[in-house]
């Protein structure tokens, strides 16, 4: 009798510790979910209808920064525009105040929604790149219906879950009376736990976790020409692969900055910045994913390229119109306004951030001629939880030539968020400079050079102290800028003038800067219509 209760004690150990076992590996099983591929480009223009299927068209694959995201395509009409939006999105939180019901469809089935203002149509589903290929249907099914259904299926979904478990706890039992038992050595359990623990919550993960490609590859990528260096890094052109088709490999034309190992705070401050969901504007380079090369002791920022370079080599190959000059000053602005903005255009809060480097080498020029704010390295996110002390541990930071006076003494307001604001807009008050001492239409064009061109090439901090501080030295405005009916309202102008009083710039915003640069536009037009 004894030998029988130690029998039957020693088999529910057994089980006990089997069903234990089981349940952590599907644990780790699920912590090891890798992040989507989807589509992921900027609002353009499309040939689809919004009936039967079509592709989207869109060149861009991008890593989600979640595993929990999911592909969606938006595809709007107003009048005769016809657009669509692919991006990564969490279907946990509604987006443009739609739930996502549909995301674990393995296709996009794109159905109409109303009250967005225009004709509407929108599908989620959880299928790496599912979001190119689009299969419209008429949204019908009333909320109402979807209630019932539930309620009727949620009887039968817990007498299903009631049979499989007994079904289970049957098998269980009867492999244990059988002698059946399946090992599990200390070397498979380890691995499992080794790899598990490599993407866990620890410190050293969590630092790592926003759109790091944490697949065992790395992707496939293969670099081109080198086509910029910085003080932390250098830029390369570079083919990413994107597949085989019937005329061969694919690739995908894209930029790769490589940070040096010492280099790695720099990198991760971009890419912490970059990852922020809320920060993808059309104004801004498009972000893709960041990765940790071990064996080369490298760091990798990838990014979309735009073939134009940047806008001060521009400048330099250029002369440009005046409609040149407002796509370029006016989406300048915007990106800029972006930053600094605590909402996104749909009205959700935001981290405002302000750049700190802005200066025509940091600013990308796009096909269309409009602008993108790249090089975040010196990017700081004014998180309302910062304190003074850590405001002022950010340091004189940015390239001397374009520090606000504020910056080039150190006096910035710290008590003030604001403050960090107003020194990028000087800073980009003398990009705008820049791009319109290359413009025909107000006056005659010299040969490009940066603000305080008479300063030597690479100034430090003490001399350009000496000259906007001392000799309260200003880039000049041509009389024939000042005398133009137009030009003479430009922000810059404004901007810079001011600029030696810090107080009078508060007043100078981006938004403001950006509405004036349409205004003046608008203006322009108007005596071009008279005439």
Known sequence: MEQLRFSAFWWGTIMFGSILLEQKMASSMTMLKLKRLCKFCDVESTS???????????????????????????????????TIDTICHNPAHKLHGLVLEDYNNSKCEMRERNGMGSQFFICSCSEDECNDHLFFTPYSLDSQVVSVILVSLVPLLVLAVMVITSFYWYRIYHQRRAGVKRKKTPLDFSDAHAIMMDDDGSD??????????????LLPIELDAQVGKGRFAEVYKAKLKQGATGAGEHFETVAVKIFADEEYASWKNEKDIFSDADLRHENVL???????????????????????GNLQEYLTRH???????????????????????????CGRYKVPIVHRDIKSSNILVKGDLTCVLCD??????????????????????????YMAPEVLESRI????????????VY???LVLWEITSRCNAIGEVKDYEPPFGKVREHPCVESMKDS???DRGRPEIPNSWINHPVSNKACFHYALTDASLHTHRTKYTHTQTHTHILQVHNAHMRRIIIA
Request: some cysteine; hydrophobic content about 35%; charged content about 20%.
């Open 413 to 424: 307001n710290l008590e003030n968020i604001e403050s960090f604001k107003q020194t990028d």
């Open 376 to 401: 975040f390295g010196l990017g700081l996110r004014l998180d309302n939880s910062l304190s003074v002390d850590e405001l002022a541990n950010s340091g004189q930071v940015g390239t001397a030539r």
């Open 286 to 308: 498009h972000f893709l994913t960041a990765e940790d090369h071990k064996v080369e002791k490298q760091y990798w920022l990838i990014t979309a390229y735009h073939p134009r």
């Open 427 to 429: 800073s980009m008050a």
């Open 48 to 82: 689809c209808t919004g009936t039967g299927s079509c592709m989207t068209d869109c060149s861009i694959t991008s890593i989600c920064p979640h595993p929990e995201d999911v592909c969606v395509s938006i595809w709007r009409k107003k009048d005769d525009n016809v």
């Open 204 to 217: 050293s993960s969590s630092t790592h976790a926003n759109n790091l490609n944490h697949n065992t590859e």
């Open 468 to 470: 906007v501080l001392r």
């Open 319 to 345: 002369v440009i119109s005046w409609d040149d000059l407002w796509v370029l000053g006016g989406s300048l602005a915007r990106g800029v306004a972006h930053l600094h903005s605590d909402h996104t255009l």
